[in-house]
């Protein structure tokens, strides 16, 4: 199935939520991440990791665009392909590593930061709802930003979330992370469908995948 940029809502990248934009300066730089990666990937290797590992790649310069719109006290609800995120959002890079390599890639926590993920796919939307409801209901000034893939973005969960959160009119933003895969299935392919998700607060920026799903295509013995 193509996949031709005019198929899509929005694909040019993360030109911004609209009426959010600016509110942050990323202090995180492209190669700054990629050698974060680079690094979980080596000490995976080397069997320093205690657990599976999602990386990111190829998606740096979008979300350094994305991340300028968030705040520093907004939450953070996302998935096992993470540790952008985390640093993006101010995470130290030193502790991230820790969690990591402990084992906690999939599920990092740094409440303390505002960060949650998840490794159940659409697990993250119900509890960012959540999170933007109790912030509407406090009258707070603060946002939800919720990441997901495009696999999720499928799914009755993200349907869910989505639905509530505009007929609710809660401060939260969806961005659909679209590398076109769901694990190694051809995610469009396989709906029947390029329907992107694309709506309300939700928008969706498209990449090219730089590593395996999960692991480093190495099979490391612990
Ligand atoms: C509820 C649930 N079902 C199935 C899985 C197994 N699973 C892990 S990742 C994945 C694909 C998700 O693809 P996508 O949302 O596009 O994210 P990507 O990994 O491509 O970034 C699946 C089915 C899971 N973790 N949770
Ligand atoms: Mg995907």
Request: glycine share 10%.
């Amino acid at each position: 199935m193509g996949r031709e940029a005019d198929q899509l809502e929005d694909v040019s990248g993360a030109s911004g939520i609209g009426e959010v934009q600016g509110v942050r300066d990323p202090q995180v730089t492209k190669e700054q991440l990629i050698a974060f990666e680079k690094r979980v990937a080596d000490a995976f290797a080397n069997k320093q990791v205690k657990g599976p590992v999602h990386l990111s790649g190829g998606n740096e310069d979008q979300l350094i665009q994305i991340f300028k719109d968030i705040h520093p006290e907004d939450w953070i609800c996302t998935f096992y392909r993470n540790h952008y995120h985390a640093l993006l959002h101010g995470v130290p890079a030193e502790k991230l590593f820790q969690a990591i390599c402990d084992g906690h890639s999939m599920t990092l926590q740094f409440p303390e930061h505002r960060f949650f993920s998840t490794a159940i796919v659409g697990g993250q939307l119900s509890i960012a709802v959540g999170i933007a409801a109790a912030l509407k209901r406090k009258d707070c000034k603060r946002k939800v930003w919720v990441f997901c893939g495009d696999m999720a973005a499928m799914g009755g969960a993200y349907h869910e979330a989505h639905q509530y959160a505009r007929m609710q009119n809660l401060p939260i933003y969806f961005w659909i992370e679209d590398n076109g895969l769901s694990c190694n299935t051809p995610t469009y392919e396989c709906w029947g469908s390029e329907w992107s998700g694309v709506n309300y607060k939700a928008k969706k920026y498209r990449y090219e995948r730089q590593y395996p799903h999960v692991g480093i295509s190495q099979w490391v013995q612990f």
